[in-house]
């Protein structure tokens, strides 16, 4: 799955090459792409022609466009391997290329939501007052949006009887970190993926908080790049941001603070790398 960073990028891409142009007609090459829009393919492709594209929105990894005068959006689901591309009509067609968006300008591009493993695809929902698409209604705001409230979040995590892995991850505290990511700002911060959150004073929260910002700025740093050309997509698991990474997938490897080699332990159906030098296990803390 692509993380917050990767979405952004995507999303400053369709920002820059997608927003403001009116839907000239739309292609659906594959149903199965369209699959979550109950009423099919051809309501979808109806109901977007003549809707002016406003500017694309993300919370956490969820990205979508609104239409502008309306009170919908159309939300892409990116699964394991979704990319939205901004292409020249004369470029071949994509090999899982599932739907094609072409637009009344004389721009030369148009919009391809392309997708290997079909897992992903693109959905028309109504929006809140919020322009929040309905079915995200549940999503917490994430760290890099600008209202996203420290104070609550770290009320939140006193309240709860859980570790702060499982909160970082949690979409109803915080949305947008991925297990890279939080493993990351966990290792910056020293802290233990197991440490109960009841136990996080409030500048314990306010430093952990600051990573996860740093390393997620980090990557949009690195990826930000590739929104300069006529080309968006995404890569999957964090492709372009893994050669700074200071704990994910470092199993055995040195410490880049102390050392000491990195473990790496199953969690929750994944894994979580650590350094236990560095981050004492909670036990050990008491
Ligand atoms: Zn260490």
């Known amino acids: 799955m692509p993380e917050l960073p990767e979405v952004e990028v995507v999303r400053r891409g369709l920002e820059r090459w997608v927003a403001h142009r009116t839907v000239a007609d739309v292609e659906v090459l594959h149903p199965r792409a369209v699959r979550r829009h109950l009423a099919g393919a051809d309501d979808f492709a109806h109901r977007l022609k003549g809707h002016r594209v406003g500017v694309p929105s993300r919370r956490g990894k ?19 391997s979704g990319q939205l591309l901004v292409q020249p009509h004369a470029a071949p ?5 599932r739907v ?9 591009t148009e919009l391809r939501f392309v997708d290997q493993r079909t897992f992903g695809g693109l959905s028309l929902h109504d929006t809140g007052p919020d322009g929040l698409p309905d079915v995200i209604a549940h999503i917490a705001r994430d760290p890099l949006d600008p209202l996203f409230d420290d104070e609550a979040f770290h009320r939140a995590l006193r309240r709860r009887r859980t570790t702060i892995k499982r909160a970082l991850l949690d979409q109803s505290l915080i949305s947008g970190v991925g297990n890279i990511y939080a493993d990351e700002a966990l290792w910056r911060a020293r802290i233990h993926y197991e440490r ?23 990557a949009l740093a690195v990826g930000g790049t590739s ?10 698991e964090s492709g372009y941001f893994d050669r700074s990474l200071d704990a994910y997938g470092r199993e055995g490897l040195p410490c880049r603070r102390c050392a000491t080699p990195m473990r790496r332990r199953p969690w929750m159906n994944r894994s979580s790398y650590f350094c236990p030098r560095c981050q004492r296990a909670p036990r050990a803390l008491s």
């Open 62 to 80: 969820y990205l979508w466009l609104p239409l502008a005068d309306t009170s919908q959006a159309v939300l892409a689901h990116l699964g394991m």
């Open 93 to 97: 067609d994509e090999k899982h290329l």
């Open 100 to 108: 094609r968006v072409r637009f009344a300008d004389a721009l030369g």
């Open 196 to 218: 109960p959150t009841a136990t996080l004073t409030r500048p314990r929260t306010a430093e952990l908080l600051g990573h996860v910002r740093d390393v997620m700025n980090a």
């Open 227 to 236: 929104f300069d050309s006529l080309y968006v997509n995404v890569n999957g």
